[in-house]
Every structure is written in structure tokens, then in C-alpha cells.
């Protein structure tokens, strides 16, 4: 499995910026996808999740209303567009799949995990 992320920079707060992630190696359309991140000095935490038919979403709490997660099967991608950001937005963020689901990656650690993409957001 391959998972490529891409899209990330630098934004000023309030500002919008978007992560995608290529994925490879799998049945695409049968595992849930998501989203993680890690911020310097923390540990790493679940950011969102899509369901193989995009059907289902799931976000943590500190993301709802400004992040949205999608996902593409014919092009094997899967997309967050982050709005509103804030400097507590900066961390790297990671591409993950798992073939339990999405939602089990709100609770646990997925099984496969992308590169990451720096997203930093100045105040």
C-alpha cells in the first residue's frame, strides 16, 4: 500500500488550504480513509475520516464545521479542504487507510499510514 500525500504550505490564519492523498497497492474502494496530524511536541491525532462509498464522515471535534473530507474511487484519491484555519491547525499531517473502516480510525491507529504534508498556519 501506498499512500501519497501532497498539498500542503503555508497560510495565514482564517485562510483555506487543501491536503490530498493518492492512494495505491489496494482495493481502493473498500477501506475507509482518512486523516491525521501531529504538531511539534504532541502526540498524533485523528483529524477525519471518510467510508469507502464517501457516504460517511466522521471529524474530531476541534475540526468540525471548518474541515470537510472527500474522497474520489475512480481516481483513487481521497481530498481534506481545511477553512478557517487556525495556528493550532499547524502540524504535519498524515494520509491513512483502513480496512476495518473509517470509523475504527476515530479510535484507534489505521493499519496503513501515508507520508505527511507540513501545514503551517501564522497568526
Known amino acids: 500500500v501506498q499512500l501519497q500525500a501532497s498539498g500542503g504550505g503555508l497560510v495565514q490564519a482564517g485562510g483555506s488550504l487543501r491536503v490530498s492523498c493518492a492512494a495505491s497497492?489496494?482495493?481502493?474502494?473498500?477501506?475507509?480513509m482518512g486523516w491525521f496530524r501531529q504538531a511539534p511536541g504532541k502526540d498524533r491525532e485523528f483529524v477525519a475520516a471518510v467510508s469507502w462509498t464517501g457516504g460517511r464522515t466522521f471529524y474530531a471535534d476541534s475540526v468540525k464545521g471548518r474541515f470537510t473530507i472527500s474522497k474520489n474511487n475512480s481516481k483513487n484519491t481521497v481530498h481534506l479542504q481545511m477553512n478557517s484555519l487556525k495556528p493550532e491547525d499547524t502540524a504535519v499531517y498524515y494520509c491513512?487507510?483502513?480496512?476495518?473502516?473509517?470509523?475504527?480510525?476515530?479510535?484507534?491507529?489505521?493499519?496503513?499510514w501515508g507520508q505527511g504534508t507540513q501545514v503551517t498556519v501564522s497568526s
Open positions: 491513512a487507510q483502513d480496512p476495518r473502516g473509517a470509523q475504527v480510525m476515530t479510535v484507534n491507529w489505521p493499519a496503513y
Open positions: 497497492g489496494l482495493t481502493f474502494g473498500n477501506y475507509g
